[in-house]
């Protein structure tokens, strides 16, 4: 059985969207191990001395049983352009778990300059790392077929920022800009990418 991963943003000494991360372990807990999650991520965190300047990656690996946690200094990527990369049909992703070797195994393949926007029957879902979210025209969309729901993607549909919509691989090209997002990049964070 693979263990699963919270990824959770600390920057300046403040932890981001916590109730959104433990959200998510909670579902995690009820669906794989059929019980109520048995930790807390806040208390997890508490419990250890970590920094109060810069940007941090907070890396919480469980499973039924046990935690570990780690606090990794963190870099933002940057990227010039992108290209579609199409997946198995199959494929799910719906729990964020350590068995990344798809997503791994694309990003080696893939300049780190250029952000591989994945496709699964014809529709566009997420990239390797982050969730997407479209431009057009000023308004913002986000597609409806994300393979993992990231907290990101959940805090922004909660504050109405953007809209969820089926967008198909030949409609990407007419978009103005991508940007992609996670618990570690709010939308505009990481620099928006020109279609």
Avoid: C, W
């Avoid at 693979?2 to 969207?17: A, K, M, P």
């Avoid at 014809?122 to 597609?143: H, Q």
């Amino acid at each position: 059985m693979f263990q699963f991963i919270e990824s959770i943003r600390l920057e300046n000494g403040v932890v981001h969207n916590l109730n959104y991360h433990q959200e998510r372990v909670n579902k995690t807990f009820l669906h794989i191990f059929k019980m109520p999650a048995n930790f807390s991520l806040e208390k997890i965190i508490s419990e250890n001395k970590f920094p109060k300047q810069g940007l941090f990656k907070i890396r919480i690996v469980y499973d039924s049983h046990q935690q570990s946690i780690e606090f990794a200094e963190y870099t933002r990527p940057k990227f010039h352009t992108y290209k579609l990369v199409e997946i198995e049909k199959n494929f799910t992703y719906s729990f964020k778990s350590t068995d990344r070797k798809l997503f791994d195994t694309i990003s080696q393949e893939t300049d780190k300059n250029t952000l591989p926007i994945l496709i699964q029957n014809k529709n566009v879902s997420d990239s390797v790392f982050s969730n997407l979210i479209f431009e057009k025209n000023g308004n913002l969309y986000s597609p409806n077929t994300p393979l993992l729901f990231g907290t990101m993607l959940s805090q922004s549909l909660q504050q109405h920022k953007i809209n969820m919509i089926t967008i198909k691989e030949d409609e990407v090209k007419n978009f103005d800009y991508i940007y992609p997002i996670n618990a570690m990049n709010p939308l505009g964070a990481i620099e928006k990418i020109k279609i």
